[in-house]
């Protein structure tokens, strides 16, 4: 069934999130009108013949905001289907946790959620790693990057190199990390195995579309790989001192990785490898949408945990 958008402006969101993120009711009905709008449907089904189901006694919506369909007789909510079902936690600290991921530059921890929504460690981290896959990119959809694409890596968390060592990644615990990112445009970083020269090639044909112009520093891993696309590959030579020549340079690809070890440093401290890629989702969820406002950048990712499930089971297998 194909996913109806509602825009939404930006104080329509900035007067609504408060009120969600303190009352149950507010923050239920609020994620309806995200997910369905005016047009509520069956998530089991897709029919619109559906009513809220009502406390017999009192008259008003029931406690577990159940939604029923007058054609498959299912009963159903707006967890159905998303990021968040199966999730005990109240509607109000998703809605919370949604906002402060979208309004965070450099991140929010689970640390922080916890203390600011009062519950365990255990639930918020719970909460942070379900939104941080809501907000993963659907690569087989995904369109390829295109124009100038600049590629770099880094390395994440761990220990130091150690001195002396001039090899790329030989002597360290840190996680190699890739970036391609399209001038003007997406960003598409995952954890890689090394940085060996057939594995950020193979990086590179799998997000960059073949006409694009690639650019790169003086890695001898990227060698040859212009052959392979119409633009070519250009360098800057970042030992000589070199880190602009005309419009060839990896700026923005080095930019996007200051951001991304700020939060790890400054807000998270430390980040496993087994879980690095989930982060690197959230800071590429930020990156993506930057030309959006703080609200519409929050109802895009509440729209994005639709069709989505976390199972810890395959997760990281799936996804890293």
């Known amino acids: ?71 498959c007789k299912e009963q159903y909510t707006v967890r159905i289907g998303t990021v968040y079902e199966e999730s005990r936690l109240p509607m109000r600290h998703w809605a919370y946790a949604f906002w402060r991921a979208c309004t965070s530059k450099k991140g929010v921890s689970a640390l922080e959620i916890q203390r600011h929504c009062q519950i365990s460690y255990k639930s918020a981290l719970f909460l942070m790693n379900r939104i941080r896959f809501a907000m993963a990119p659907d690569l087989p959809t995904a369109p390829p990057l295109e124009g100038i694409v600049e590629v770099d890596e880094t390395y994440v968390g761990g220990k130091p190199r150690i001195k002396g060592v001039s090899k790329r990644g030989r002597g360290t615990k840190k996680t190699p990390v890739f970036a391609a990112v399209e001038r003007g445009g997406s960003i598409r970083r995952h954890v890689v195995a090394d940085v060996t020269g057939r594995t950020l090639k193979a990086a590179i044909r799998n997000v960059v579309d073949p006409r694009a112009r690639i650019m790169s520093d003086e890695n001898s891993a990227y060698r040859g790989i212009g052959d392979e696309f119409d633009g070519g590959h250009e360098t800057v030579t970042h030992s000589a001192k070199e880190y602009a020549r005309g419009d060839v340079n990896t700026n923005t690809a080095e930019s996007s990785f200051a951001l991304v070890k700020r939060g790890i440093i400054g807000t998270y401290h430390n980040v496993s490898k087994e879980y690095l890629h989930r982060y690197l989702w959230q800071f590429d969820f930020v990156w993506n949408t930057r030309k959006m406002n703080d609200g519409e950048r929050t109802v895009e990712a509440i729209k994005s945990a639709e069709g989505k499930r976390l199972m810890y089971t395959s997760a990281v297998n799936n996804h890293a």
């Open 1 to 71: 069934m194909e996913k109806k958008r509602h825009n939404l402006s930006k104080s329509d969101v900035i007067e609504q999130i408060p009120a969600a993120c303190s009352d149950e009711l507010t923050a239920v009905e609020f994620f309806e009108s995200q997910r369905w709008g005016a047009n509520p449907c069956c998530v089991k089904c897709g029919s619109v013949e559906v009513y809220k189901m009502a406390d017999a006694k009192t008259g008003e919506r029931n406690s577990r905001y159940l939604w029923r369909c007058r054609d």
